[in-house]
């Protein structure tokens, strides 16, 4: 069960990538990948990051993991008394965090060496983080094996050997072999066949009971999603628009854009048909973003609200609240929520 | 449902490919059919043969493969057409495609090529098929694209690709596809690489036209919810073979293939909260060139007995409900 403890503490995270352009490749634009992002993340629980392609979900766990650099805000990581500032780390304190925080990464295909060996592509974190002797290393990559069903000798094949499924076990051996806190899961199902999704999905759960595990879990599916978290943040163009419990969120979603996004999946029931909401146009590009809400060309409640409303749609960016007041903290980014 | 309203039969297809002197058996036997102004949905996982099945209607398999047997009728309004036996590039086979069977693919990304412009790919096929001055086929690609709900589709008709997001060139894929007013349309996991908000307008864009054309629609997929969402018939698919088929409420309410069962509790399903029990189908699909013996399910079914060594026949549960299974009636009454 997610504590009330804070692991980690996002402080208006941005990153930016420079869109160059010329002969001389100066910085033309930014695209703003993730502009300003305020999150909590609690000891123990599964935030579940939600959004469309090109909303930054990605980049921000890439950037809570360091492996893109953010150019503003804070990350903070707390670990007992101390507290880590992830932006700004000596070489010693970093070699220290990264143990702390793993990810899995998506494609099972290409995230794996394929001149390597499972023991191989294993054993140098365990090396790195002061495991001497091989047969140490053997043992501790065989029971890793173990602890996501596959079989011990295993280790002694190589990627291309195994399945679609037993890369995406590896991977996440891979994540969990130095004893991490965290563990990013960048979209770890979404390349996996459903029938062997439900396997993988099941084995997350399983790891993260057996080992206290903080899970952020980044995907596009949403059923996933709610099956997995316990807290949700949805996502669009860079911000996080809505941030709930999941059975809240998924039971009264407040912004426009998660109501949309809720009734646009399909679902496998036959006895609840939801009535879809059908957003016009795509994604705007994230180098220029539309003024005030991000949403606001496509916001279906726009269109019925009146002129001044409309103006402070336009004008003003709305800031992520609480709305409801409640015991458990719904909080919305929207300057008339539902 | 009358036999006039069929648009497309097939019995007992097999389509084998020989890769490196090895034969996969893609196919080994499938039979459908496919009515006007309905969707059918095929539904399974990578490598059951779905894409296969669409490929072989519209003749566009890949060099070293072949239909073995069985046959592909198209109930045309000239009479009936047996497409598997056309020469594979022949002129009653190239009549054919685009014109009357047409095909959406998966990658809008890829499907499209760079170097031409939108308009031109889209008016292509209606240069081939019909007799149109080149003004007219501009005029048709730009009320094509108006009517996929691209705005100023007199400016877009001649942009490229490559100015195109992924939700505007799957439209424009579509439009390419229903230029010619096909009978049948394949969709190919139309909306795999899109979002879904974007997949949502993609499916009611899909549907408006089914309507309004009474065109019958052959849409490939993995999801369940799309099934549940669009489908008139279901057929479900694994290892090359179909092995359950019916309507949808047949399939999706009352399945009776241990495959499909399982395939339906193992996802999750949105609105029913952290509390749902799924449980995953254990083991893996098999390697295609070391089939099981009998059912291609067997090694990994709960139903599983010593029966299941010999290929079951297909068990006829209603008139419209069809599986491929033993146990039919013991996975029925379970479920």
């Known amino acids: ?338 | 449902m009358s036999a006039d309203q069929k648009v497309l039969s097939v019995k007992d297809l097999k389509t084998y490919i020989y890769v490196n002197n090895r034969c996969n058996k893609a196919l080994d036997g499938v039979s459908f059919d496919v009515y006007r102004g309905k969707t059918l949905c095929v539904v399974g996982e990578s490598g059951c043969g779905k894409s296969i099945t669409a490929s072989s209607i519209t003749q566009l398999l890949p060099k070293l493969s072949r239909i073995e047997s069985g046959e592909i009728v198209y109930h045309s309004e000239r009479g009936n057409i047996r497409i598997d036996q056309l020469e594979r590039n022949g002129p009653e086979m190239r009549a054919l495609r685009g014109a009357e069977i047409s095909m959406i693919f998966q990658d809008p990304m890829t499907a499209l090529n760079p170097v031409y412009r939108i308009g031109s790919q889209i008016s292509e096929g209606l240069q081939y098929h019909s007799k149109n001055t080149l003004a007219q086929l501009k005029q048709t690609s730009i009320d094509l694209l108006r009517q996929m709900g691209i705005p100023l589709a007199e400016q877009r008709v001649d942009d490229y690709p490559h100015q195109f997001s992924g939700g505007m060139r799957q439209r424009a894929m579509i439009a390419m596809a229903m230029s010619c007013k096909p009978k049948i349309l394949i969709a190919d996991e139309p909306t795999t690489a899109l979002d879904v908000t974007i997949q949502a307008q993609i499916f009611e864009l899909i549907d408006e036209l089914k309507q309004r054309h009474n065109t019958a629609v052959i849409l490939i997929t993995h999801d369940m919810g799309v099934v549940a969402e669009l489908a008139d018939h279901v057929a479900v698919m694994y290892m090359g073979n179909i092995v359950e088929q019916g309507t949808v409420d047949d399939v999706l309410r009352h399945p009776a293939h241990p495959y499909t069962e399982a395939l339906l509790k193992s996802i999750p399903i949105l609105g029913k909260g952290k509390q749902q029990q799924i449980t995953p189908i254990q083991g893996s699909t098999p390697d295609p060139y070391q089939r099981p013996k009998g059912c291609q399910f067997e090694p990994r079914c709960p139903y599983a007995t010593e029966r299941c060594q010999t290929f079951p026949d297909s068990q006829s549960i209603s008139a419209t409900h069809d599986a491929l299974c033993w146990h039919s009636e013991k996975v029925l009454s379970h479920a």
């Open chain 1, 1 to 338: 069960m997610p504590s009330q403890e804070k692991i980690l503490h996002i402080n208006g995270l941005k990153t930016y990538f420079p869109v160059r352009k010329g002969l001389l490749r100066t910085v033309a634009a930014h695209v703003k990948a993730v502009d300003g992002v305020d999150l909590e993340i609690y000891r123990g629980e599964t935030l579940g990051l939600v959004g469309e392609s090109g909303c930054g979900k990605t980049t921000l766990g890439k950037s809570i993991i360091q492996l893109v650099g953010a150019v503003g805000g804070q990350i903070l990581y707390h670990e007992g008394e101390q507290t880590f500032d992830l932006l700004n780390l000596s070489p010693e304190e970093f070699k220290h965090i990264r143990q702390k925080i793993q990810i899995v990464f998506q494609d099972p295909h290409s995230s794996l060496n394929p001149a390597f060996t499972v023991f191989g592509s294993l054993q140098d974190p365990l090396k790195l983080y002061g495991v001497k002797t091989k047969a140490e290393r053997r043992k501790i990559i065989g029971d890793l094996l173990e602890a996501v069903n596959m079989r011990r000798e295993q280790m002694d094949n190589y990627p291309h050997e195994f399945s679609g499924g037993q890369r995406q076990r590896i991977g996440i051996a891979r994540a969990l072999c130095v004893n991490p806190e965290i563990v990013i899961c960048d979209e770890a199902v979404s390349a996996l066949d459903v029938s062997i999704q439900a396997q993988v999905l099941q084995l997350l759960q399983e790891i993260k009971e057996a080992r206290g595990l903080t899970y952020i879990f980044i995907t596009h599916d949403l059923s996933v999603v709610e099956y997995i978290s316990d807290r949700v943040a949805v996502m669009y163009l860079g911000k996080i628009v809505e941030l709930a419990e999941s059975e809240a969120l998924y039971r009264t979603p407040r912004h426009p854009y998660t109501q949309a996004l809720l009734s646009a999946i399909p679902i496998a029931d036959l006895d609840r048909k939801s009535d879809r909401i059908v957003l016009e146009g795509d994604v705007p590009n994230p180098v220029s973003p539309p003024s005030g809400c991000a949403f606001h060309p496509r916001c279906p409640k726009f269109k019925s609200l009146s002129e001044p409303e409309k103006q402070r749609c336009m004008g003003e960016s709305p800031q992520l609240s609480d709305a409801t007041q409640l015991t458990q903290p719904h909080l919305v980014s929207c300057h008339y929520p539902n």
